[in-house]
């Protein structure tokens, strides 16, 4: 069975920065997937925020291009989104899944960003 737990949220003021952290599990060959950061944020559907592809590439939402980074530890089988100059927009709940994603997700992580 797939499990991903998220971590590293938090209240954080506009122009703040947030790691998250995403621990997968039950996956059994991590590096072929790619994984990707998605976010739900109040009264809105899901999205996918940002990408890391298993050849190594990434890509972006535009709306968080340039202020968020992805990266992953295939050994660790975790993945990371280093959230930079953070807007009150970004505030939503934040979840780690393959892309596409499986059918199993993690609780996620609140990012609450307000002064």
């Known amino acids: 069975q797939v499990q991903l737990v998220e971590s590293g949220g938090g209240l954080v003021q506009p122009g703040g920065s947030l790691r998250l952290s995403c621990a997968a599990s039950g996956i059994i060959i991590f590096s072929i997937h790619a994984m990707g950061w998605y976010r739900q944020a109040p009264g809105k559907q899901r999205e996918l925020v940002a990408v890391?592809?298993?050849?190594?590439?990434?890509n972006y939402a535009d709306s968080v291009k340039g202020r968020f980074t992805i990266s992953r530890d295939n050994a660790k089988k975790t993945v990371y989104l280093q959230m930079n100059s953070l807007k009150p927009e970004d505030t939503a709940v934040y979840y780690c899944?393959?892309?596409?994603?499986?059918?199993?997700w993690g609780k996620g992580t609140l990012v609450t960003v307000s002064s």
């Open positions: 899944n393959t892309d596409p994603p499986l059918d199993d």
């Open positions: 890391f592809t298993s050849g190594g590439r990434t």
